[in-house]
């Protein structure tokens, strides 16, 4: 079962645009990360944010977090062509062990 | 920087067939997760080791799964036999040590299984 799910599903942008994804997740986290897989790669972490915590910085990237609405969003400003990627929010497993369960993800591309 | 090692990075097999997988996690990382993940999905644990002990393996399909860690490094995820619906990506993922809760983890490249 999947804890995470991103909105849009799909988005496309020019270049130099903002873009936004949205994860709205079920049960209550420890933290939530963000991760980009590029087509057929393995993932990168980008960001992580801890429930404590309501917004982080990291470069062009910008992130928040609303433990009430149990919901984050990613903000990429300023996009280029190589922010292409599928992105995906994932939190904590609530069961053994520490490992993460991940949304569906936002396939983001960005147009030159 | 160091990084997750996993090969091959692409296999095809016939269906009833064994296959192999094989990850090298980065340099002193306790912790090594085996990821499965279908094509437009996002990906979901199969096991988790800690050092060479199963954490969790509840999602890992044990008729036909085996997923190993002898020494504590590097590991190795078996499918005996192959069927159409393993078809997937097989991610290698690690991290520091298990504290408790939920840590950044590192990937690797994956692995490509097409089952004929």
């Known amino acids: 079962s999947q804890q995470g799910e991103e909105d849009p599903q799909a988005l496309s942008i020019q270049e130099g645009e903002n873009a936004t994804m949205n994860c709205s997740y079920k049960?209550?986290?420890?933290?939530l990360q963000w991760y980009r897989q590029n087509s057929g790669r393995g993932l990168v972490h980008l960001i992580l944010?801890?429930?404590?915590?309501r917004e982080k910085h990291s470069g062009r990237l910008r992130v928040t977090l609303d433990t009430s609405k149990k919901s984050s969003s990613l903000l990429i400003t300023a996009s280029r062509a190589a922010d292409t990627a599928s992105y995906f929010c994932?939190?904590?497993?609530?069961?053994?062990?520490?490992?993460?369960?991940f949304g569906k993800g936002t396939t983001l591309s960005v147009s030159s | 920087e160091a990084e997750v090692a996993q090969s091959p990075r692409y296999k095809i097999t016939e269906k009833s067939q064994a296959v192999a997988f094989w990850c090298d996690p980065i340099?002193?990382?306790?912790?090594l997760y085996w990821y499965r993940q279908i094509l437009g999905q996002g990906p979901e644990l199969l096991v988790q080791?800690?050092?060479?002990?199963?954490?969790?393996d509840s999602q890992l399909p044990k008729d036909r799964f085996s997923a190993e860690r002898l020494k504590g490094v590097d590991s190795t995820l078996k499918i005996q036999p192959a069927e159409l619906g393993d078809s997937a990506m097989y991610l290698c993922?690690?991290?520091?040590?298990?504290?408790?809760?939920?840590?950044?983890?590192?990937f690797g490249p994956g692995t490509r299984l097409t089952v004929l």
């Open positions: 993922a690690s991290s520091l040590r298990d504290r408790g809760f939920t840590d950044t983890q590192y």
């Open positions: 049960t209550s986290i420890n933290n």
């Open positions: 944010i801890r429930s404590n915590e």
């Open positions: 994932a939190t904590d497993f609530n069961q053994a062990g520490t490992a993460l369960i």
């Open positions: 340099s002193g990382h306790a912790t």
């Open positions: 080791f800690q050092d060479e002990s199963v954490v969790d």
